[in-house]
């Protein structure tokens, strides 16, 4: 009789699957996904890349190559983290992996035992829960406001908790709230998790990704003991399908996260890696995020005027600076999951917020995409969405 | 204070990497690895493959896509495993993977607790203990001899341990001895599987490379039961650097490789399906598998005539009739770390057999690689091992 690990009882890929299914329904106006908007992928330029590799390089970019990735694209990646990121750091300190989700993967792997504790902020990002649930670790949401994580709230786990072995974090532009961290918020972060001594995994997709205000210090570039994970990607700043991702790491947990590379897949594709510095070698990425901003920031503009003009006023929502989402807080009373029924009726598609609480008791929030939709399907889908809720009012 | 999980402590990368070091100086002769030989990479015909797809469909290749993979190289794979290994299935009963690697650590994680027990062939694959090491299982090794694992061991484990989770075997042309199982083992190992209901995973890198003698039906041709998982891969028959394997499975077991694959890493790489798939539909993979068989059986041949000239008789090693190792083993009084340091000196690389056996105690065996050394070269480094091994003679 085939008997399964008890990690797999914990896993639900079904809800997630299920309101696939309705997605895949061409007519369906979808603001669940998280996905860049393909339009922008330099798709001739990375065409041009990839023949430069293989007339010149075609037969080492098919072959194996090393676990912590290939030169070139290590030395751009840290080069980026210094000049972006405010990071002191080398391509030594670089680990390409086949995508941030791998990265979160090895985190779980490298801390936790069974019963272990993982502090997040309430709510995170659901990827992120599933990729730590495989060690079967206790989650503990630490409360946030517009700002940021309560600071007093996480102090008070700090103190109580024993066993913590990370906090895990998306200070900028969160999924799934859209919120960014105060700079007050981060600096009193560092100098709690220095007393502590807690390692943090700092997760930031979407901080390249900035419509207005001042660029923020990452918590890595505050980092001065060592105890910050700095997971990075090239899924929202360049493209997905390459599956390119980073860890930047002091010397000692890198090599475990290199180790935990070794075990799952030895290495992330040579090919792909190569590709894409040939890509950053001959053209300008930074330009390129500054056109896939110019067209994210219309369509927040949409969709915040967009749910300015049709969420009733007992609805709150992010009015987000960056990245790719916003968030909807409806009346307490209001079960989201029965919205999203009523909802895919009118095939409009969102995501609840429950998954995002890993000890999941919040029913009445919701998560909105907008980097993929038109200006007028925000608006047709945000009035359909308000007229739903409306109905829904006590 | 930065503590880890107890897995950690399992893990240890150094001797390789002490070893890696080494090898990366150009002048060794190295027989260590486990590579393809990269001159034999259908360059051109992948650059053409590229093309087409970043032509017609660059900006879908570059986008997120399905956990499952896409249908196209699921369909082509599907229809080898029925032609190719025997086995019944379909394009539903395919998930895509990045790499066999990756197939093995979703594995440990979908059937392992800690302290339950693999079992597996004594020796096996490294890279496999390693992925089943981060779950914490308990290994018991199945003595092995030439044409494969003994039957009668494998029963009496099997009647006497509990928590038995999966077997996990290598029956065409092994990582690390070459050996291939017989035709009566295959069927012997079904009826034992069939009647403990135990599942098994069959790794099967290198079936497709043989050399000599009649193709071996695949266990997963034999399985009634569902109990059989299939890994394969595209590393070995076209190029590792894409990054591209596959499972198959029964529904209900490939829904929990799913589910892993969600939680690990989301997916395989878009563009590097895309074109592995663009390039099967336009070339002819089989012919192209042909030629690889061509020039490896040319380096077998160089390979074991050198070892019939340079080796003592006291040595044995392994007549590979297909895949990419043969394996030495030396007396028993002697120790192959100790002639490891002997050959590294005059600058000969191979790989100690102790890593292969995860329970650790045999210390006379050694790989040997030959798919990726030229005739000359074979023969220089073959006689350099047997003067080395003849002067440990006792």
Redesign the interface.
């Known amino acids: ?8 009882n914990l ?1 639900n ?1 079904s809800e997630i699957r299920d309101m696939l299914k309705v997605l895949s329904q061409p007519e369906v106006l979808s603001f669940a996904g998280g ?2 908007a ?2 922008m ?1 330099p ?2 330029k ?2 041009e890349a ?2 430069k590799v ?2 010149e390089n ?8 090393s676990t912590e990735g290939f030169l070139e694209l290590r030395e751009q990646i840290a080069d980026r983290m210094v000049k972006k990121q405010g990071v002191k750091t080398d391509a030594d300190h670089i680990l390409i992996t ?2 941030s ?2 990265g979160l ?1 090895f985190s779980a ?6 019963d ?1 504790v993982v502090l997040l902020e309430s709510p995170s990002y659901l ?1 992120a829960i ?2 730590f ?3 079967e670790p206790r989650f503990i949401e630490i409360p946030t406001e517009e700002d940021g994580m309560i600071m007093s709230e996480l102090e008070k786990i700090l103190d109580k908790e024993k066993n913590i ?1 990370f906090i895990y974090v998306i200070p900028d532009f969160q999924n799934p709230t859209g919120r960014e961290w105060s700079l007050q918020k981060r600096k009193e972060f560092i100098d709690i998790i220095n007393k502590y ?1 807690v ?1 943090v995994i700092e997760d930031n997709p979407y901080g390249e990704l900035r419509f207005e205000g001042e660029s923020m210090p990452t918590l890595k570039s505050f980092d001065t003991k060592g ?1 910050v994970v700095y997971l990075g990607t090239f ?1 929202k700043i360049l ?5 390119l991702a980073w860890v930047c790491a002091s010397t ?2 890198l090599e ?1 996260y ?3 590379e ?11 890696q190569m590709e894409t510095a040939r890509y950053i070698r001959d053209n300008d990425l930074d330009a390129h995020v500054a056109e896939i901003i110019e067209v994210y920031r219309k369509r927040r503009n949409e969709m915040m005027a967009a749910l300015d003009e049709y969420l009733p006023k007992e609805c709150k929502f992010t009015r987000s600076r960056g990245g790719l989402f916003t968030w909807v807080v409806l009346p307490e009373y209001m079960d989201a999951k029965e919205l999203q029924k009523k909802c895919l009726e009118r095939k409009v598609a969102f995501v609840p917020g429950s998954g995002f609480y890993p000890n999941g008791n919040v029913k009445n929030t919701l998560r909105l995409n907008y980097s993929t939709t038109a200006k007028e399907d925000i608006h047709r889908g945000m009035k359909i969405l308000g007229e739903e809720i409306k109905k829904m009012l006590k």
């Open positions: 009789m085939v008997k399964y690990a008890n990690r797999m896993q890929g996905m860049p393909k339009e992928f798709v001739e990375m065409m990839a023949m293989m007339k075609g037969a080492d970019a098919m072959q194996y190559s086949p995508g989700q791998m993967d792997k490298i801390f936790l035992d069974k272990d990827g599933n990729a649930k495989t060690c072995k001594e390692p105890l899924s493209a997905p399908g390459y599956r000692e947990i475990k290199n180790l935990m070794q075990a799952a897949c030895l290495q992330s594709s040579t090919i792909s």
